[in-house]
């Protein structure tokens, strides 16, 4: 089973939404989540996890002694997966790292609140910094839910489909191609004709195309990258 421990102050938030539609049906047969409160791990009488912040500043800052408790609780001697702190100062996940984290054995997830955690815990506790956005938020719980609803989602048995994880937005570092259905004609507007037309091979032309003008058109950033990654396959035959 794919385990997942999230460190947080509030862990009456989950599983929260997590425990409804696909991932709350494979709840505690494809996946388990374990919620644990840091402030169990303190040692004041007021479970202080919080502190003025070095240099002065506004805010508080979640201390290391603390959270490195509650890591060592949740990832003991011998647990080999992931440390994840969701931060907006981390890497962009993607779906290829996404991938990589469902293919294992689970995460461990901290998620900071107020101005952010001590520094040292990253080093400490070989913590994998990653940003869901480049946005701040209240908390890492939103990013958390985003990160396992996305691994979930790929664990074996979860969605009806298999191929429903393949042919999606960033499956191939293009976006998805638009969708259609029933009715035929809304408003007036009819579904593209190719895609009644029951030729598979026009319908897969067809879809390419559109994920390749989607992805030029609103992320250049991902454009690029597929360009340069389809020029290097191209002269690696070549050579």
């Known amino acids: 089973m794919w385990r997942a421990s999230v460190?947080?102050?509030?862990?009456?938030?989950?599983?929260?939404?997590?425990?409804?539609?696909?991932?709350?049906?494979?709840?505690?047969?494809?996946?388990?989540?374990?919620?644990?409160?840091?402030?169990?791990?303190?040692?004041?009488?007021?479970?202080?996890?919080?502190?003025?912040?070095?240099?002065?500043?506004?805010?508080?800052v979640m201390r290391v002694d603390v959270l490195a408790r509650a890591v060592d609780a949740a990832a003991p001697e011998g647990d080999t997966r992931p440390r994840l702190l969701m931060t907006p100062r981390g890497r962009p996940l993607t779906q290829a790292r996404v991938r990589e984290l469902a293919a294992g054995e689970g995460v461990?997830?901290?998620?900071?609140?107020?101005?952010?955690?001590?520094?040292?815990?990253?080093?400490?506790?070989?913590?994998?910094?990653?940003?869901?956005?480049?946005?701040?938020?209240?908390?890492?719980?939103?990013?958390?839910?985003?990160?396992?609803?996305?691994?979930?989602?790929?664990?074996?048995?979860?969605?009806?489909?298999?191929e429903?994880?393949?042919?999606?937005?960033?499956?191939?570092?293009?976006?998805?191609?638009?969708q259609y259905t029933r009715p035929a004609v809304f408003e007036g507007q009819g579904i593209p004709e190719v895609l009644t037309s029951g030729d598979h091979a026009k319908v897969a032309k067809w879809r390419r195309a559109q994920s390749q003008a989607a992805t030029r058109e609103r992320r250049p950033d991902l454009w690029q990258a597929h360009e340069a990654l389809a020029h290097d396959g191209s002269a690696t035959n070549r050579e």
Do not use: K, N, Q
Not at 8 to 22: D, V
Not at 122 to 133: C, D, K, P, T, W
Not at 164 to 178: A, K, M, N, R
């Open 7 to 60: 460190l947080t102050i509030f862990p009456e938030m989950f599983p929260g939404p997590l425990g409804l539609s696909l991932a709350g049906r494979a709840l505690g047969t494809a996946w388990s989540v374990e919620a644990i409160d840091p402030r169990d791990h303190a040692t004041d009488r007021h479970r202080s996890v919080d502190d003025t912040p070095a240099g002065g500043g506004p805010g508080m």
């Open 108 to 162: 461990v997830i901290v998620c900071g609140r107020f101005e952010g955690v001590d520094e040292r815990l990253v080093a400490a506790r070989g913590l994998e910094e990653v940003s869901i956005a480049d946005v701040v938020l209240s908390g890492g719980e939103i990013g958390a839910f985003v990160l396992l609803d996305a691994c979930v989602r790929l664990l074996a048995g979860v969605m009806g489909h298999p």
């Open 164 to 178: 429903s994880g393949t042919e999606e937005s960033f499956s191939d570092g293009l976006l998805e191609y638009p």
